[in-house]
C-alpha cells in the first residue's frame, strides 16, 4: 500500500499547495480520496496512472473537492477500452453528478457507477468489500453532507519460507490453497496452513477532512496506521475554525492521541499560512506524532 498527498491547501491553491487529493495505490489498483481542481497534472508530476483509478470517495461536493473530476473522467476515457470506475459520495451525489456532466460537452467513455451512501451518526457504514480490502465512512459535521473514510487491510495469510526450507517443499502454485488456509497434500507430506503459514495484521488508513471535532472522528480513527486529518487554522484561529465548520491542528492531533493513531498527516491548511511550522509545533504538544503533509508526499504503509 502506497498513498501518494495530492494536495494539501484548502479552498484556495497556493503556489507550493494545490487543493485536496489523496492516491492510494493498493496492488494494482487506485483509489483517489476527493478530486480538486488540478489533480490530474498533480498526477502527472509524480508519475502516478491515472488510469489505475478503479474508485473515487469524495467527501463533500464543495468545489474544492470535486472540480478536478470531469476533466479526470474525461481523459481516462480516452483510451482503447472503457474503464469502469466506482464513484462514492454522500446524500445528493447523484444528482451533483448529473449537473457536472450536464454542464459540459462530455462523452461518457467510462463505465461510471454512482453509489450515494446514507450515513447514520453513531456508527461506521460500509462503503464497498473486496476480497482484500474494505471501505467504511461516517458522516462529518461541516454545514453540508460530508463523510469520512476509513480504508481497512484485511489480514492476510503469509507461507513460513523457514518451513518451507526445512521441509524441501519448493515455492509455487501448489501452495495457492494453503493460502486461503486449507490443507494441502505435497508428495505425500500433508501440510497444515497453522504449521506453515503466519497471519499478516492488514493495516488501516484513514481520510478526514472539512469537519468540525465529532465524535464520529473517533469511530473512523482507532487504532488507524495512518490518518491525514484536517488541520485548516492554528488555535490562534479557532473562532475561524468555529465559523467555517473546520478544525485546529490541536483539535486533529487530540483526536488522534484519543485513538492510538500511529501517524497523524494534518492536510487542507488555510492559505493564511505560508508555511506550516506553527500547525505542527501546535499539534505535536498534544501527539508527538503529528505531521504536515506536503504536496507529492509519498507514504509507504
Known amino acids: ?6 494536495g494539501t491547501s484548502s ?62 473522467l474525461q481523459t481516462m476515457g480516452n483510451i482503447e477500452f472503457k474503464p469502469k470506475v466506482d464513484l462514492y ?23 461510471l457507477r454512482i453509489h450515494e451512501i446514507d450515513a447514520p451518526r453513531g456508527k461506521l457504514t460500509n462503503v464497498c468489500e473486496t476480497p482484500t480490502y474494505e ?14 473514510y476509513r480504508f481497512i487491510e484485511k489480514d492476510r495469510r503469509r507461507i513460513d519460507k523457514s518451513f518451507l526450507e526445512k521441509h524441501n517443499i519448493p515455492e509455487g502454485p501448489h501452495l495457492a490453497f494453503l493460502q486461503e488456509g486449507r490443507v494441502i497434500t505435497y508428495k505425500g507430506l500433508r501440510i497444515d496452513p497453522a504449521e506453515a503459514t503466519k497471519m499478516v495484521k492488514g493495516k488501516t488508513f484513514v481520510f478526514i477532512t472539512d469537519t468540525e471535532p465529532n465524535p464520529e472522528c473517533e469511530l473512523l480513527a482507532k487504532d488507524a496506521d495512518l490518518m491525514i486529518m484536517e488541520a485548516t487554522y492554528s488555535s490562534e484561529h479557532e473562532h475561524k475554525a468555529r465559523e467555517y465548520k473546520h478544525m485546529t491542528a ?8 484519543n485513538t492510538n493513531v500511529k501517524k ?23 501527539f508527538d506524532k503529528s505531521y504536515c503533509a506536503e504536496d507529492f508526499m509519498k507514504i509507504r504503509l
Open 1 to 6: 500500500m502506497e498513498i501518494t498527498v495530492l
Open 11 to 72: 479552498m484556495v491553491p497556493t503556489k507550493e499547495r494545490n487543493v485536496t487529493a489523496v492516491f492510494l495505490r493498493y496492488g494494482v489498483e487506485g483509489l483517489l480520496f476527493d478530486c480538486g481542481e488540478g489533480t490530474q497534472r498533480q498526477m502527472n508530476i509524480t508519475g502516478l496512472n491515472r488510469n489505475k483509478i478503479r474508485r473515487i470517495f469524495i467527501t463533500h461536493w464543495h468545489g474544492d473537492h470535486v472540480g478536478g473530476l470531469i476533466g479526470m
Open 89 to 111: 459520495g454522500p446524500k445528493g451525489t447523484k444528482e451533483f453528478m448529473s449537473h457536472l456532466l450536464k454542464a459540459v460537452i462530455f462523452d461518457v467513455r467510462v463505465d
Open 135 to 148: 471501505v467504511k465512512c461516517a458522516p462529518m459535521q461541516h454545514g453540508v453532507d460530508c463523510i469520512g
Open 250 to 257: 490541536k483539535e486533529a492531533a487530540l483526536i488522534a492521541s
Open 264 to 286: 497523524l498527516l494534518m492536510t487542507h491548511f488555510s492559505q493564511r499560512y505560508e508555511n506550516c511550522q506553527s500547525l505542527e509545533e501546535e499539534a505535536q504538544t498534544v
